[in-house]
Every structure is written in C-alpha cells, then in structure tokens.
C-alpha cells in the first residue's frame, strides 16, 4: 500500500521567496515519486520525477526536489517565487515495481504568490 | 505530438441523462488512465487500461460508471444515469511502458462535467 501526505493545502509566499512544498509518503516498496503542476482550467504537467538515480532532482520553471529516505519525504522547492508559479501542485507516488504504472496523488497545495 | 486529447471540454446535462467523455492517448502509449477530481475527494483513479484491457476498475464508484476501450487510439467512459454529485472534472492519462520503468503519465486537459 501506498500514500502521499502534502502537508498544507494552501500556501501563500511574496514573489522572490522561497517555495517550499512539503510531501511525505507511505511505501511497502522503493518507491517512485512526481511532482504535478496544475494552473487553472488546465491538466496535470510533469515538474520532475525522482526514480532510484539522484537523490537531488531538477525539474522545469526552476523547481528541485530531494528525496530522503530516511524521513520519507520529498519536498519541493524554488529559491524564487515567481507569479506565473501560482499553480496548484500535486506529489504522486508509484511502486518501483515493474509493471506498476498507477500514480497515488496527494490532496495538492495551491499555491499563491504575493507581488 | 498532439498530446492526449479529450471531447468534450465542458458538458452540461440534466440528472438522468447519459454522458460519454471521450479520449484518445498519445500515439504509441499502452496504458490509459481515467481520473475524476472533485474539491472534496481530490483526484481519484477510476479505472486503468494496458494494451485495451481494463485492468482495475476498483475506483468505479458505482455501476452507473463504465469505461470501454475499443482500441488503441480511443476510450470512453459513460455515466447512465447521470447524477449531480457526478459534477467533477474527469482526466485522461496515458504513459508508456519501457524498460519496466514507472513512467510519467500524460494528462489531457480535462472534462469538465455539470450536471443539473
């Protein structure tokens, strides 16, 4: 069995500040782990995806995120904020396993940027 | 490529009626996913296919939900009859196997669906 916690459901930051999303997750197995972004009206984007190489992952629009396995957590984070970075933000989990292709979602982070 | 495709963008319908969402995956994926997100219940996976063959369909919520893929290039997922607490909007996502690998899924842009 698998879950994903995204602590805070709402975060708001100034433009030019750190970004930080919190996400713990459950596994039996070694996982595999993404970050969505959401803007309005729209579908799911890929931010980036960690999948056993690098613990440190680059995603796209200045976004990184660290696995830690001992804390089971894999945050998100941008030194800047930006304006377009208003979005809603999903961390998914998916067993390692191979013929597994089912993501488990979190419940998302909106996140609003104050100019 | 054009991404995975859905019809249509926006469904407005009274309770009782049968709804058809639309979607076609991205050339060359083998699986399918249908997704429905609501503001209570988040986003939720409602059924997956591999090859054309469902493969769970335990997010089904209820018999009024069927899904069907006939082929490569096209699944539908039907309500009959359409409730109002079926209002949500409804994801298709596809990805492809390699290597045994977990893939990024391909989300569409979404159904959004009304239901009066």
Known sequence: AQSVTQLGSHVSVS?????????????????YLFWYVQYPNQGLQLLLKYTSAATLVKGINGFEAEFKKSETSFH?????????????????????????????????????VIP | DAGV?????????????????????ISGHDYLFWYRQTMMRGLELLIYFNNNVPIDDSGMPEDRFSAKMPNASFSTLKIQPSEPRDSAVYFCAS?????????????GPGTRLTVL
């Open chain 2, 5 to 25: 495709i859905q019809s249509p963008r926006h469904e407005v319908t009274e309770m009782g009626q049968e709804v058809t969402l639309r979607c076609k995956p």
């Open chain 1, 76 to 112: 998100l984070t941008k030194p800047s904020a930006h304006m377009s970075d208003a979005a809603e933000y999903f961390c998914a989990v998916s067993p390692s396993g191979a013929g597994s292709y089912q993501l488990t979602f979190g419940k998302g982070t909106k996140l609003s």
């Open chain 1, 15 to 31: 433009e030019g500040a750190l970004v930080l999303l919190r996400c713990n997750y459950s596994s039996s197995v070694p996982p």
């Open chain 2, 95 to 107: 990805t492809q196997r390699r290597g045994g690998r977990s893939n990024e899924q391909f989300f």
